[in-house]
T-cell receptor, first 116, second 108 residues
Framework: ETGVTQSPTHLIKTRGQQVTLRCSSQ?????VSWYQQALGQGPQFIFQ???????GRGNFPPRFSGLQFPNYSSELNVNALELDDSALYLC???????????????FGSGTRLTVV | TQLLEQSPQFLSIQEGENLTVYCNSS?????LQWYRQEPGEGPVLLVT?????EVKKLKRLTFQFGDARKDSSLHITAAQTGDTGLYLC????????FGAGTRLTVKP
């Protein structure tokens, strides 16, 4: 399987609800990172997983959590949704581990989350 | 506060012109990557630079990594309308952090 696939592509949730976003990475890509991109801004780092363990975290509250599975898929869970959580959520995977510098990241097309 | 500052934020030029966009930080990075993002899509990797002072050329695009590995530039020669997009720089140590991007519009 090639490329990074994210689902769903669009989602509308109500404030206070919980949401799970999914990402399927390329085989062999054992590093996955999640980003939040608000309209007109650059991607903000949420967290990174390497071999199913959280390996780094940005400035996001604990209600943002994740999982990485042995089959190169991963999830981003957000509890108690707030209006400001409305954004494009991007998943990116890399073949190299976190300490490998010359591997680029392959991004999915994202999930557009709207919280009303 | 952004870890990486990109300038300019917006750039609108005519087809055929040259341009340079900048990416600056007070932090040292092990590598720096440039991505281009189209509306409704995820960023697509253009280049990775690893060594301080490194210059890489990709057709009409020239990328440079600063000697101190804190800054980078992207120069486009003879811009084309197809170069229109959001250009993002990203600095990597253990994880990768992005700048806010330069939104480039190339007019015919």
């Amino acid at each position: 399987e090639t490329g990074v696939t994210q689902s769903p592509t669009h989602l509308i949730k109500t404030r206070g609800q919980q949401v799970t976003l999914r990402c399927s990475s390329q085989s062999g890509h054992n590093t996955v990172s999640w980003y939040q991109q608000a309209l007109g801004q650059g991607p903000q780092f949420i967290f990174q997983y390497y071999r199913e363990e959280e390996n780094g975290r940005g400035n996001f509250p604990p209600r943002f959590s994740g999982l990485q599975f042995p089959n190169y898929s991963s999830e981003l869970n957000v509890n108690a949704l707030e209006l400001d959580d409305s954004a494009l959520y991007l998943c990116a995977s890399s073949e190299g581990g976190p300490s490998i510098q010359n591997y680029g990241y392959t991004f999915g097309s994202g999930t557009r989350l709207t919280v009303v | 506060t952004q870890l990486l500052e990109q300038s300019p934020q917006f750039l609108s030029i005519q087809e055929g012109e040259n341009l340079t966009v900048y990416c600056n930080s007070s932090s040292v990075f092990s590598s720096l990557q440039w991505y281009r993002q189209e509306p409704g899509e995820g960023p697509v990797l253009l280049v990775t630079v690893v060594t301080g002072g490194e210059v890489k050329k990709l057709k009409r695009l020239t990328f440079q990594f600063g000697d101190a590995r804190k800054d980078s530039s992207l120069h486009i020669t003879a811009a084309q309308t197809g170069d229109t997009g959001l250009y993002l720089c990203a600095g990597k140590n253990n994880d990768m952090r992005f700048g806010a991007g330069t939104r480039l519009t190339v007019k015919p």
